[in-house]
């Protein structure tokens, strides 16, 4: 694993592009995710500072996030995220469609490591980000893919998911019936959405049970959503209290 305990980014303006200078560390890294409940080992500490700097890295090249202060990259991508850890244990295999830069499904490898992640995102630039942020953290179990959301749900045979994943996607009313498709009965669908996106769930048409929202802290709208394919009494996500970061 490619280590940066003491010492990862700050970004400066330097011809566009943004230079990596050393300032957070692993105890400020802890105090950054303190209000989402999340307590880190230094496994998972040392994996989101190395992920951390390889997305500011690779950021200069090519577009993964907007966001560009590394205290607010924290919170925003990694404690949003792993937030999930606090109310639910994922086991099994995990979809996370359109990565982007791995957030939330990559990330989500760092509160469970035996969970198998797939992760579906079409271009191929952000793909071979994914790869190497997998490798630099030590990952095992993931799986980077090219194709749509719409060829996964029609293949033969057809897949079949414990989780899946969406964050910051838009068209969620033609994803999220082809995301029930894959999951398994008693599969979740999970969402990280804002208030106004959804306030259209209900109308989707897609077989789902949705449960109450969990509103996402340091945020006055996101929440992240649960949707249950019914198949049987028993869903194949018991609730916890903490995962596997608390």
Known sequence: MFHVKHAVLSLRPSKGYFTILPVLDETRVRQLLEPFGLVLSSTQADQILSYLHLLHRWSQKINLTAIRDPEECVTRHFGESLFIARHMELRGNLLDIGSGA?????????????????????????????????????????????????????????????????????????LIPLAAQCLKLNGKLLLWLTQDQAAGLASIECGLTWSEPLPIPLSRAAEIWQGLKPGGLHSLCPQADGGTLA
């Open 102 to 174: 791995g957030f939330p499904g990559l990330a989500l490898k760092i509160a469970f490591p035996a969970i198998s992640v797939t992760l579906l995102e079409p271009v191929a630039k952000k793909r071979a980000f994914l790869k190497e942020a997998a490798r630099a953290c030590g990952f095992g179990q993931v799986e980077v893919r090219g194709e749509r959301l719409e060829e996964l749900a029609s293949a033969t045979p057809a897949p079949g998911f414990d989780f899946a994943t969406m964050r910051a996607v838009g068209n969620l009313a033609g």
